[in-house]
């Protein structure tokens, strides 16, 4: 598949309702690694007001789709679905974009094992993640 195919694919995660939702932009995805950054928002935080932390289950969703762009920057993928995934939090994140950096760490014929560090605006890691995919 040409390049530019691989990267409208990959821009199509972007566009999926639910990513939208939480504003996930792709920085970066090639060579089975990705950059995706979550702006900071407040329809994003736990109760508590503007400087409430990061709600867990959208950092989440981030590594998510941070290891889906990964898994779908590979020039055999063709789908793809998630088996499993292991979220450390390993810190509160407020006021603050996330960034998540993900890689693939070992890819077989069907299964892609991708590791996940998430961290806010200082560079201070908030979650990581280990996230398994079904790839075909």
Do not use: Q
């Not at 639910?18 to 995805?29: C, D, N, Q, R």
């Not at 950092?59 to 889906?68: Q, R």
């Amino acid at each position: 598949m040409p390049v530019e195919d691989r990267r409208a694919l990959i821009g199509v995660i972007e566009k999926a309702p639910f990513a939208v939702a939480l504003g996930l932009k792709i920085e970066s995805a090639a060579g089975g690694a990705s950059v995706v950054r979550m702006p900071f928002n407040l329809r994003l935080l736990n109760d508590g007001g503007p400087k409430a932390a990061v709600h867990g289950g959208a950092i989440a969703a981030l590594a998510d789709v941070a290891a889906c762009a990964a898994v779908w920057s590979l020039e055999e993928t063709v789908r793809s679905a998630t088996i499993s995934m292991t979220v450390n939090y390993t810190g509160f994140a407020t006021e603050s974009d996330l960034v998540a950096r993900a890689r693939v760490r070992r890819k077989g014929k069907r299964i892609a094992s991708l590791s996940v560090a998430i961290a806010d605006d200082s560079g201070a890691l908030v979650a990581d993640a280990l996230v398994t995919y079904k790839i075909a």
